[in-house]
């Protein structure tokens, strides 16, 4: 595999790197290009543009949050974006797929006047079964094709207890970009929440400082969650299978590395470099 993308959330949130100093370093440690993850406010789109020549990468992609999508896609088209996915988002029936279908709808003609197309992005939740299908396959069949397409995250897919060669071959032509998400076991699809309910971060009593305190039973969900994520290769993930399906289906297919957490004490930059050598020597 030649062209291999970073989602930049990988350096992890404890990362003292700016957003500049991220796009330097994927440029150095071997990727081709990165994906947004945000965190460009107050950056002119000519200064990230500049960055991203000047590291040698491209910026095909970019992980926005349903409420700054409008605002966000006319930066992102000025430095070549093509692709503005919604990293996640609440919903738990077919009538709030549906709602969420008819965002994205309305957001995808948007960026198709910049050339642009929208996507989704999937964790766990979407593949619990609503009225005998996943909630992702509603959403793919509410979607407009032409405007909507999905990031399938290979890795929490296969943890949902999906086969991912199998969802894109059934899915034909909408898988556009795979994460790549090494993953060591099944645990099911976690119990969706409402997009009725107030948003969990919003929930939580805050600190002194202002900053969220994080309940014990949460932390220890994310602990279990962190240790599905392994060294690139060490998993249950067919990744050859999975470029040779998604490839098979289109010739526009995105590949972006996204780590959760670092393992075996590493920092987590040796992780990423870890990673990409063996997507180079096994893809």
């Given amino acids: 595999m030649k062209k291999i993308n970073l989602q930049l959330y990988s350096f992890g949130n404890d990362s003292t790197l700016s957003l500049l100093e991220k796009i330097k370093c994927a ?14 406010d107050g950056i002119e789109a000519a200064d990230l543009k500049k960055a991203l ?6 910026a095909e992609s970019a992980h926005v949050g349903l409420p700054f999508m409008e605002q966000d896609i006319p930066y992102l088209a000025q430095i070549g974006c093509k692709w503005v996915i919604c990293p996640m988002a609440a919903f738990n029936t077919v009538e709030e797929t549906k709602e969420l279908a008819d965002d994205l709808n309305r957001l995808g003609d948007l960026a198709a006047k910049y050339g642009m197309k929208v996507g989704y992005h999937n964790h766990t939740d979407e593949f619990y079964k609503v009225d005998g299908k996943y909630l992702q396959d509603w ?10 397409d999905i990031e399938l995250d290979c890795g929490w897919a296969s943890a949902a207890g999906i086969d991912p060669v199998e969802y894109i ?34 929930t939580l009593e805050r600190d002194e400082n202002g ?32 470029k040779a399906a ?11 590395v996204e780590r959760e957490c670092s393992y075996g004490g590493m ?6 470099k870890e990673d990409i050598v063996w997507l180079h020597e096994n893809l």
């Avoid at 440690?29 to 945000?38: H, K, L, M």
């Avoid at 602990?223 to 392994?230: I, K, P, Q, S």
């Avoid at 920092?267 to 990423?272: A, K, N, S, Y």
């Fill in 27 to 40: 440029g150095e440690i071997g990727f081709t290009g990165v994906e947004f993850a945000r965190g460009y």
């Fill in 53 to 58: 020549d000047d590291a040698g990468l491209t």
């Fill in 139 to 148: 959403l793919i069949e509410f979607t407009n094709p032409e405007t909507v």
């Fill in 169 to 202: 071959n059934t899915h034909a032509g909408r898988i556009a970009g795979i994460h790549i998400k090494e993953n060591s076991d099944v645990v099911g699809a976690s119990l969706p929440r409402s997009r009725r309910e107030p948003d969990f971060w919003s």
């Fill in 211 to 242: 900053k969220p305190i994080i309940p014990p039973e949460f932390l220890k969900l994310m602990e279990e969650r962190d240790r599905l994520n392994v060294a690139q290769g060490t998993g249950i993930v067919d990744w050859k299978a999975i």
């Fill in 246 to 256: 998604a490839e098979s289906h289109r010739d526009d297919v995105i590949f972006i």
């Fill in 267 to 272: 920092e987590r930059i040796d992780c990423l």
